[in-house]
């Protein structure tokens, strides 16, 4: 069970815009950065957001994060059969001392 | 550009110690303001933080592994490593060093290792 939670899955047609939620806590998301990494199999995984809301160079605009209170959200824009991959929310957690990821989220492009 | 690359044994018995090293390239490991730390992924589960070292000061573990886990920095031979004690095969996992946490907006991890538990 991971601290952080997110929907198992997404989907969307091409074109479309869909939202990946991730929910935690005060001591958590409230309080600390998150991160939204990009997983296709067999690589690392990829930055789409840091520091909240923030795009690394070279991640294209479509990709967009906010965050609210204990939540956060990645909205994908535009989308194209190349966004079908894992999702993960990630944040530093004060009370366990530590990194937490959120369980992810396995997009898919219909 | 910083490079991080995993290496260690890719089979390990269980109970036994499993011992992996991250090697830098372009970059120096004693930079200051920077956590080096390990994040893994168990055949289809999700990514879980395993710990954290910033450089020169404290170590950070998931209180899950916290009894079991030691992650050290080599600053001779620019390499940090993980040793996880007394492994099962729920240890079983794609191991990724990596530069994290990191508010920076730079992505440094390395490709990440497969090392399975098994006898």
């Known amino acids: 069970q991971s601290v952080l939670t997110q929907p198992p899955s997404a989907s969307g047609t091409p074109g479309q815009r869909v939202t990946i939620s991730c929910s935690g806590s005060?001591?958590?998301?409230?309080?600390?950065?998150v991160y939204w990494y990009q997983h296709l199999p067999g690589t690392a995984p990829k930055l789409l957001i840091f520091?909240?809301?923030q795009r690394p160079s070279g991640v294209p605009d479509r990709f967009s994060g906010s965050k609210s209170g204990t939540s956060a959200s990645l909205a994908i824009s535009g989308l194209r059969s190349e966004d079908e991959a894992d999702y993960y929310c990630?944040?530093?957690?004060?009370?366990?001392?530590?990194?937490?990821f959120g369980g992810g989220t396995r997009l898919t492009v219909l | 550009q910083l490079q991080l690359q995993e290496s260690g044994p890719g089979l390990v018995k269980p109970s036994e110690t499993l011992s992996l090293t991250c090697t830098l390239s372009?970059?120096?490991?004693?930079?200051?303001?920077?956590?080096w730390g390990w994040i893994r992924q168990p055949p289809g589960k999700a990514l879980e933080w395993i710990g954290s070292?910033?450089?020169?000061?404290?170590?950070y573990y998931n209180p899950s592994l916290k009894s079991r886990v030691t992650i050290s920095v080599d600053t001779s031979k620019n390499q940090f490593s993980l040793r996880l004690n007394s492994v099962t095969a729920a240890d079983t996992a794609v191991y990724y060093c990596?530069?994290?946490?990191?508010?920076?907006?730079?992505?440094?991890w390395g490709q990440g290792t497969l090392v399975t538990v098994s006898s």
């Open positions: 990596a530069r994290w946490p990191d508010n920076s907006g730079s992505h440094f």
């Open positions: 520091r909240n809301n």
């Open positions: 990630a944040t530093w957690d004060d009370s366990l001392t530590g990194g937490v």
């Open positions: 005060m001591s958590n998301i409230q309080y600390n950065y």
């Open positions: 372009g970059g120096f490991i004693g930079s200051s303001s920077v956590y």
């Open positions: 070292m910033y450089y020169g000061g404290k170590s």
